[in-house]
């Protein structure tokens, strides 16, 4: 089945920038991807979604302006690009690939995860 490997955590400061990386054992061509984080002592959060094809994104509204998500299927991968960091967003990030074909935005759609990678935004 689908395994995911998720890269790219680290400490940044604030405003600085981080790209996390998604590597997926498996085709993921036919499944949503999406990016989730949690921080600790709260639940799981969507951060961004995209459709198999790749052509359609979600995110959460605050997140918006700073992060983009996007995929590479000739490497097949899930990348998430994160810019002006703040330190609020500092948690563990998780990749995710959903069995249907749109965007999906809640934690029960998504039939795979990775383990996760912390990132850490210092102020």
């Known amino acids: 089945q689908v395994q995911l490997v998720e890269s790219g955590g680290g400490l940044v400061q604030a405003g600085g920038s981080l790209r996390l990386s998604c590597a997926a054992s498996?085709?993921?061509?036919?499944?949503?991807m999406g990016w989730f984080r949690q921080a600790s002592g709260k639940e799981r959060e969507i951060v961004a979604a995209?459709?198999?094809?790749?052509?359609?994104?979600y995110y959460r509204y605050s997140l918006k302006e700073r992060f983009t998500i996007s995929r590479d299927a000739a490497e097949n991968t899930v990348l998430l690009q994160m810019n002006g960091l703040k330190p609020e967003d500092t948690a563990v990030y998780y990749c995710a690939a959903s069995r249907f074909l749109a965007t999906q935005t809640a934690p029960g759609a998504y039939d795979y995860w990775g383990q996760g990678t912390q990132v850490t935004v210092s102020s």
């Open positions: 498996g085709r993921t061509g036919s499944y949503a």
């Open positions: 995209v459709n198999s094809i790749g052509g359609s994104t």
